[in-house]
């Protein structure tokens, strides 16, 4: 499976933008790359996914380098709520296993 | 509320004992995956259904063993207890197998192992 590097943590201050960068330089063409987040004491949640183009959603922006081998997840206006640990994950698309392969993500702090 | 729903919340148990995990997935999805979140090792995958038929392994153990009904919900059986089972176990549903599909996760079961 194709790996991702994070930063192990993060500080911002709130109602500021937060870029979260992940690294996947061995990414083949057929891998989505998905972001989860998992708040304290709850399980993880869906966030945004991407294949090559930029994509937006009412949680975050993801945006995705040309060569696709770095992506970068944008909280446009960060809150309290968006303390969590932020996972960066390739899904192969070519079917078979679709379990997720979750690394140590990026522990993000909210300072108020 | 992800619209998936595992019980028991909590499971205090000893070594050596058998306990089932319960998942009921979110209405009309039909892949169900279970997950292992322990400090050391973090969020691990174990195992995957889809429509009743197990679909992927990942970490799981011999002694552990799942399953998918005809109703779609799933169980987690974990026998012959140990004390490094103790950990947060989740399941989560998708609509289908495939990689873009959105994974939901359950609240989890906090297993202690005693």
């Known amino acids: 499976d194709a790996k991702t590097t994070q930063p192990n943590s993060m500080e911002s201050n709130e109602e500021e933008p937060v870029h979260l960068p992940c690294n996947h330089s061995t990414i083949s063409g057929t891998d989505y790359i998905h972001w989860y987040r998992q708040l304290p004491s709850q399980g993880p949640e869906y966030v945004i996914h991407?294949?090559?183009s930029n994509v937006n959603n009412r949680m975050a922006s993801l945006a995705i380098a040309e060569d696709r081998k770095s992506s970068t997840l944008i909280l446009h206006r960060a809150t309290l709520r968006d303390a969590a640990v932020y996972y960066c994950i390739l899904l192969y698309s070519g079917g078979g296993a679709d379990g997720l392969t979750f690394g140590k993500g990026t522990h993000l702090i909210i300072q108020p | 509320d992800s619209g998936v729903t595992q019980t028991p919340k909590h499971l205090i148990t000893a070594t050596g004992q058998r306990v089932t995990l319960r998942c009921s997935p979110r209405s009309g999805d039909l892949s169900v995956y279970w997950y292992q979140q322990s400090l050391d090792q973090g969020l691990q995958f174990l195992i995957q259904?889809?429509?009743?038929?197990?679909?992927a392994k990942g970490n799981i153990l011999e002694r552990f063993s799942a399953q998918q009904f005809p109703d779609l919900h799933s169980e987690l059986n974990l026998s012959s207890l140990e004390l490094g089972d103790s950990a947060l176990y989740f399941c989560a549903s998708s609509v289908a197998g495939i990689a873009k599909n959105i994974q939901y996760f359950g609240a989890g079961t906090r297993l202690s192992v005693l």
């Open positions: 259904y889809y429509n009743g038929e197990e679909r």
């Open positions: 991407g294949l090559t």
